[in-house]
């Protein structure tokens, strides 16, 4: 038997935000079964809680394991390797995640692996499940743009744990932005995919919205300076609702002004690594139809393929978290993160277990590292 079919099926936790998931994948990646709950409750508050997500994360494992479990067909004696998010994102969340999957390899006397949250995302698109009929997973090395609410980066992905880090974000992450623009409009939490609505309704030329970091030097982002410009369009407004097509001008003009700054960004990174074969897409934010398509009209005038995983693939999910891990066995990984410590913040080129230690002024087991952020 070989240590790829000794170490499957796999069960993935994920708990980095506010999804609570678990997935059950075998030894060539196909999902046996699969459970997302999303938590409703941070919608009324404008964004997550993390206290608030990490007690959900724990009132809920035990049901979404269980379940998930059942749609595979398994118990869980049948499971060879558990997996979880172990960083980056809100430590409460991560502690519950990973320290649930350990209890259970604990009891069931079976290896764990802690898996990178961003790793996850950039190794998707070679995920079976990702990928449709006509499509073929990317080879090494490819291009990888991660978009979502807590993260925003170019990543060039050389091999299975060979990533290197192009230029990420200064400020904002662009779904922080979209998140919060939207909230500026009277659109809610999450507001992506509301502000992606509204702005079908406007014309992305209505405003002079600024291109940040538009034309220089890198593959950095920056969206703080365009939240802030939106917000004085709004100003003159005052306590009064905006008026409809005002709403959608802004919507629309914001989302032009944000696929610009990605598609410089993006032609710049493609400078850097010439020698990529795909140009890939991963995060909540890559479900924007209007930034999807800019990206693979550059892509194909380059001549490479474009990928993007389906939305429920896009955002937090455990399958990503199942694939990676089994993409570091192909590599001859040796599961053994048992004393991994989860990390709020776990650049992507460090995989040693961290030990965090406590500040003179802050209790080791208090709860105030809850409220660390993500990365």
Not at 22 to 33: F, K, N, S, T
Not at 279 to 299: H, K, P, Y
Not at 326 to 345: M, V
Request: negative net charge.
């Amino acid at each position: 038997m070989s240590d790829i079919a000794r170490l499957t099926p796999i069960l993935a936790i994920e708990t980095s935000c506010d999804d609570t998931a678990c997935a059950i994948l075998d030894a060539h990646g196909a999902l046996l079964g699969e459970s997302v709950l999303s938590q409703e409750d941070h919608a009324a508050l404008g964004g997550v809680v993390p206290e608030l997500a990490a007690r959900a994360h724990l009132k809920a494992l035990p049901e979404l394991v269980e379940l998930t479990l059942q749609r595979a067909g398994l118990e869980l004696k049948d499971i060879a390797l558990f997996a979880a998010t172990t960083g980056p994102g809100l430590i409460g969340g991560l502690i519950v995640g990973s320290s649930y999957a350990k209890g259970l390899a604990m009891a069931c006397g079976k290896p764990f692996m802690g898996i990178n949250h961003i790793e996850g995302h950039i190794l998707t698109p070679r995920l079976p499940a990702a990928l449709r009929p006509d499509e073929t997973a990317p080879s090494f090395p490819y291009l990888a743009l991660l978009v979502s609410g807590g993260h925003c980066q170019c990543i060039a992905v050389e091999d299975t744990g060979q990533y290197r880090r192009l230029g990420g974000t200064i400020d904002d992450s662009a779904g922080e932005a979209f998140d919060k623009v939207a909230k500026m409009l009277g659109l809610g939490w999450p507001g992506g995919p509301a502000l992606e609505k509204l702005a079908q309704e406007g014309n992305p030329q209505a405003y002079s919205l600024p291109r940040p970091l538009k034309g220089r030097p890198g593959c950095d982002f920056s969206f703080s300076g365009l939240k802030t410009a939106v917000s004085r369009h709004i100003e003159p407004y005052g306590r009064d609702a905006l008026p409809r097509q005002v709403a959608a001008d802004l919507a629309a003009s914001f989302q032009q002004a944000v696929t610009d700054v990605m598609a410089d960004r993006i032609l710049n990174a493609l400078a850097m690594v010439p020698q990529v074969t795909s140009l890939v897409v991963a995060g909540g934010v890559a479900a924007n139809t209007v930034l999807r398509q800019r990206l693979e009209d550059i892509a194909h005038q380059h001549g490479i393929t474009f990928l993007a995983p389906p939305l429920r693939l896009c955002t937090d999910n455990a399958a990503m978290i199942g694939w990676a891990a089994l993409e570091r066995l192909k590599q001859g990984e040796i599961p053994n993160d048992i004393a991994l410590a989860p990390r709020p913040r776990w650049p992507l080129n460090e995989r040693q277990p961290y030990q965090p230690q406590p500040s003179p002024d802050m209790p080791s087991s208090g709860h105030a590292s809850l409220m660390e952020p993500s990365a």
